[in-house]
């Protein structure tokens, strides 16, 4: 069987236009599967068991009382007025490292500081929960603005502020 030059040349250009072809969609396989895959691992993250949203869920007990969860997103904050005398009991649901400022000062687990008339004690009681205590002799002068800060142990990325108003 004798072949001609211009079928042999029909044939390669066939070949070659089918070439690029092939190769686009192995790319284009190559792409996608790249692409899948990216999507998947964006979707690792911290936060351990801040909830579906990424919120910490922080329990709020007041006296006693069971106040309720408030949902606080990282970086975000949430009020509290408490009177003195009242203790608070702070749950994040989750392993935090707990910071309470008052005027300007950090105290932490177990420290008990005395500000503008009242004794203030932050106490630590496990991984996710922190109790603060206080007392005042005498009424006091003006309300005393205070910050609980908690910070994941899971994402340090992961911040929620509780502001604490204490008052006569």
Not at 17 to 28: A, M
Not at 72 to 80: E, I, M, N
Not at 123 to 137: E, F, Q
Request: hydrophobic content about 40%.
């Amino acid at each position: 069987m004798l072949i001609s030059p211009n079928k042999t040349t029909q044939n390669q250009n066939q070949n070659q236009n089918r070439e690029p072809s092939r190769i686009g969609k192995h790319r284009l396989w190559m792409a996608g599967t790249a692409l899948a895959a990216a999507l998947v691992l964006s979707a690792c993250g911290g936060g351990g068991n801040a909830g579906p949203s990424g919120n910490f869920n922080i329990g709020v007990t007041v006296g006693g009382l069971f106040m309720g969860d408030t949902s606080v997103a990282p970086g975000g904050s949430t009020d509290l007025a408490i009177h003195v005398g009242q203790s608070v009991r702070l749950d994040a649901g989750e392993p935090v490292v707990w910071t309470l400022y008052v005027g300007g000062s950090a105290i932490s687990g177990g420290v008990q500081m005395y500000y503008a008339g009242a004794d203030i004690t932050a106490t630590t009681l496990n991984s996710s929960t922190v109790a603060l205590d206080t007392y005042a002799t005498y009424p006091l002068q003006s309300s005393i603005p205070m910050t609980f800060v908690a910070t994941s142990t899971y994402d340090s990325f992961q911040v929620a502020t509780v502001n604490i108003w204490l008052t006569n």
